[in-house]
């Protein structure tokens, strides 16, 4: 099979490698999507796979925002989230970036360190009757 090129005379390939200047690319329109780091998602995922094995988590879903990252925990894959984690950097110096928020949109937890805000999730939710 020959590699022959589709392209034009003078086009670059889609995935060829692009410089960009620093102060360019801090200029840029569409900035990069705030992200968990591996530390974040290590974290998130030790609490997510504890709950899987005991029945009560099912499915998840991680989104990468412009403002905001946000994993979603589900029941059932179909449904609206149980839980979300959500990291916005916009909000690390006044309450935390981190906040725990349940189906409700109420905010369970709210911090400055991911350790501190997971431990709304150590104690068992019961309903009292």
Known sequence: MADHSDLPAGARPQDAAVVVSLSEYKQ??????????????????????????????????IDHLKDRAIFSIFKRSGEMPLFRIEKNPKLAAKQGAYSVINTNGLILKRGHELQQVLKVFDKALKLIE
């Open 28 to 61: 840029s329109l569409d900035p990069v999507p705030v992200t968990f780091h591996r530390r974040e998602l290590d974290a998130i995922l030790w609490i997510y796979g504890r709950m899987v094995g005991e029945g009560e988590w099912k499915d998840y879903a």
